[in-house]
Nanobody, 128 residues
């Protein structure tokens, strides 16, 4: 089972950009479907983006609220998944979590309960 460590959060003005990283331990990273979720204060954790398990780029999937602004990608050589966040809005403020699930190639999910490994989270604050 992998362990996940997120980084890249911080404070940014509305309209700005941040890139989050999630580094995974282990030697079979390509066999893991990866997801990004977020939890704002007082709210439930919600899906942001997912990328399929893949030996290459993978298939990506986005929540409607971030589609066109956020991009998820993976670098299997570095055991890392990224979330590039552009045109940030105050409503994007949350703790962002990386999640993983060992799966067959091509699998991805937007469901929280389909992931069994989670990182500790990285905080993103977008000021207006």
């Amino acid at each position: 089972q992998v362990q996940l460590v997120e980084s890249g959060g911080g404070l940014v003005q509305a309209g700005g950009s941040l890139r989050l990283s999630c580094a995974a331990s282990g030697r079979t990273f390509s066999s893991y479907a990866m997801g990004w979720f977020r939890q704002a204060p007082g709210k439930e954790r919600e899906f942001v983006a997912a990328i399929s398990s893949s030996a290459s780029a993978g298939i990506s999937y986005y929540a409607a609220s971030v589609k066109g602004r956020f991009t998820i990608s993976r670098d299997n050589a570095k055991n890392t998944v990224y979330l590039q966040m552009n045109s940030l809005k105050p409503e994007d403020t949350a703790v962002y979590y990386c999640a993983a699930r060992h799966a067959s190639i091509g699998y991805y999910s937007q469901r929280i309960y389909n992931y069994d490994t989670w990182g500790q989270g990285t905080e993103v604050t977008v000021s207006s």
